[in-house]
């Protein structure tokens, strides 16, 4: 099984500032990675797949990179509705398809 | 648009059964895979179950093989999760999803979720 490891657990950044979330995987998932967030009582967003290629309808301001092993999750200038929590899924070994245990971004 | 509607949640004794299901609309049913998602308290996302669009193929996590069923009803666009010998362990929200396709095993759209809570 994959193990998917994102960090930092918490991430506190202020509005209209940059923020760079990771995503290490434990073997190659090449460039198979999803990213989705995430709000209390809501249902979960795709944001981000094939490690870069942005859902439909998903802002500009969000992008995704990396292949292999690492990936990272960029939010270019912060807006008040993206604070939740993200994660990161691998689809490129499975059963199971593993998920990162979330970054939750706050606001400083 | 797509909509996904899970129902079902609810407290149960360990060792009880429950049957989740998810409605679906504003997409055609039949033609997604279709797959259930997992989310303990204060934790994280859990892939448990998904199907194919036409009921052939199904695959369960490790956790809940042998316990959990998933199955389909394509004419009435809906998911359901039959759930056996629940343990605490199984207390958490669910959440139905559709899959992007066979080969791109990535979640596109999901329900709001339904609470199970195992307890005695």
């Known amino acids: 099984e994959i193990v998917m490891t994102q960090s930092p657990a918490t991430l506190s950044v202020s509005p209209g500032e940059r923020a760079t979330l990771s995503c290490r995987a434990s073997?190659?998932?090449?460039?198979?990675l999803a990213w989705y967030q995430h709000k209390p009582g809501q249902a979960p967003r795709l944001l981000i797949y094939?490690?870069?290629t942005r859902a439909t309808g998903i802002p500009g301001r969000f992008s995704g990179s990396g292949s292999g092993t690492e990936f990272t999750l960029t939010i270019s200038t912060l807006q008040s509705e993206d604070f939740a929590v993200y994660y990161c899924?691998?689809?490129?070994?499975?059963?199971?398809?593993?998920f990162g245990q979330g970054t939750k971004l706050e606001i400083k | 648009q797509v909509q996904l509607v899970e129902s079902g949640g609810a407290l149960v004794k360990p060792g009880g059964s429950l049957r989740l299901s998810c409605a679906a609309s504003?997409?055609?049913?039949?033609?997604?895979?279709m797959t259930w998602i997992r989310q303990a308290p204060g934790k994280g996302l859990e892939w448990v179950s998904y199907?194919?669009?036409?009921?052939?193929?199904?695959d369960y996590a490790d956790s809940v093989r042998g316990r959990f069923t998933i199955s389909r009803d394509n004419a009435k666009n809906s998911l359901y999760l039959q759930m056996n010998s629940l343990t605490a362990e199984d207390t958490a929200v669910y959440y139905c999803?559709?899959?992007?396709?066979?080969?791109?095993?990535?979640?596109?759209?999901w329900g709001q979720g339904t609470l199970v809570t195992v307890s005695s």
């Open positions: 999803a559709t899959v992007r396709s066979s080969t791109w095993l990535f979640f596109d759209f």
């Open positions: 504003g997409f055609s049913f039949s033609d997604y895979y």
């Open positions: 199907i194919s669009s036409g009921r052939d193929y199904t």
């Open positions: 073997q190659s998932v090449s460039s198979y």
């Open positions: 094939g490690a870069s």
């Open positions: 899924q691998q689809y490129n070994n499975w059963p199971p398809y593993t």
